[in-house]
């Protein structure tokens, strides 16, 4: 199983950016399908940006443009970076890992993935 903590939350105006970043331990795979989600007080958690095995990536719609993931597989870390944040980009975000032995392939969707930290606050201000 592996351990994800993720960094790089806190609060900022409207039009300004954040990265976020996401470090893997223990039984870490650079197969591994990692994403980013994010939940805001009473929604449902959602997919932001997903990049699969080979480096393919994909956004939620809300994001594109604005939002890049990255991963550096060498180093087991998983970033997000954030440019013109809204407000409606406030919420908690999540860093996630699928298991390798559930395939390579995976969408953004909670359920394809297995491993989940704790969350890390984002609130943008108008």
């Known amino acids: 199983q592996v351990q994800l903590l993720e960094s790089g939350g806190g609060s900022v105006q409207a039009g300004g950016s954040l990265r976020l970043s996401c470090a893997a331990s223990g039984n870490t795979h650079s197969n591994y399908c990692m994403g980013w989600f994010r939940q805001a007080p ?14 393919t990536t994909l956004f939620a719609d809300s994001v594109k443009g604005r939002f890049t993931i990255s991963r550096d597989n060498a180093k087991n870390t998983l970033s997000l970076q954030m440019n013109s944040l809204k407000p409606e980009d406030t919420a908690m975000y999540y860093c996630a890992a699928r298991s390798p032995s559930r395939g390579p392939g995976c969408q953004a969707r909670v359920t394809d993935f297995d491993a989940w930290g704790q969350g890390t606050q984002v609130t943008v201000s108008s």
């Open 42 to 55: 009473g929604k449902e958690r959602e997919g932001v940006a997903i990049i699969r095995s080979f480096g």
